[in-house]
T-cell receptor, first 113, second 112 residues
Framework: DTAVSQTPKYLVTQMGNDKSIKCEQN?????MYWYKQDSKKFLKIMFS???????INETVPNRFSPKSPDKAHLNLHINSLELGDSAVYFC????????????FGPGTRLTVT | QQQVKQSPQSLIVQKGGIPIINCAYE??????FPWYQQFPGKGPALLIA?????SEKKEGRFTISFNKSAKQFSLHIMDSQPGDSATYFC???????????FGTGTSLTVIP
């Protein structure tokens, strides 16, 4: 069983479109995250939710909106996609905030043309 | 501002060599220092983590050395193997905080 799953794995779309990435974890964790990994492999946290409550909202354009319908799911919706949004997006979860192992999903490679 | 500085950016060693990856931080509130390993096309996975109450931690062929006064920590991979070829990320953060901060990553290639 996959601990943290993301769909889709690949997403190719045109500028200006709106798209969503879904994430689900079956680990019973309370905390979930979204990270962006750019072409240089730099990992940057975007959002963190704890028990469905937004905890971290880094400097991310408001075109990005996370939604957590329940503790096991954290989806990422992106409006008006731009070329610079092309990256790999990782969902992760942990049993608690802070010093706790984070379990990453397989990533979603988003390409904006 | 980069909270955690990592070097080198890339590293190539022969099989059996001991690659060393270094990280430095400034925030003295940081007390949790994990290392993550990422293979191509996969998400990062926790490799080993250390807290500042010890200066060294070993798990198999992987060792973290920690220098609290210098605010530096490093990963050593003993008897490196081609299967260790991956990108390695250090991270640091406060154990009671909301997040930890990743370094910029080191791409390791172990040549057979």
């Amino acid at each position: 069983d996959t601990a943290v799953s993301q769909t889709p794995k690949y997403l190719v779309t045109q500028m200006g479109n709106d798209k969503s990435i879904k994430c689900e974890q079956n680990l019973g964790h309370d905390t979930m995250y979204w990270y962006k990994q750019d072409s240089k492999k730099f990992l940057k946290i975007m959002f963190s939710y704890n028990n469905k409550e937004l905890i971290i909202n880094e400097t991310v354009p408001n075109r990005f909106s996370p939604k957590s319908p329940d503790k096991a799911h954290l989806n990422l919706h992106i409006n008006s996609l731009e070329l610079g949004d092309s990256a790999v997006y990782f969902c992760a979860s942990s049993s608690r905030q802070g010093a706790s192992e984070q379990y990453f999903g397989p990533g979603t490679r988003l390409t904006v043309t | 501002q980069q909270q955690v500085k990592q070097s080198p950016q890339s590293l190539i060693v022969q099989k059996g060599g001991i690659p060393i990856i270094n990280c430095a931080y400034e925030n003295t509130a940081f007390d949790y220092f994990p290392w993550y390993q990422q293979f191509p096309g996969k998400g990062p996975a926790l490799l080993i983590a250390i807290r500042p109450d010890v200066s060294e931690k070993k798990e198999g062929r992987f060792t973290i050395s920690f220098n609290k006064s210098a605010k530096q920590f490093s990963l050593h991979i003993m008897d490196s193997q081609p299967g260790d070829s991956a990108t390695y990320f250090c991270a640091a953060g406060p154990s009671t905080g909301n997040q930890f901060y990743f370094g910029t990553g080191t791409s390791l290639t172990v040549i057979p």
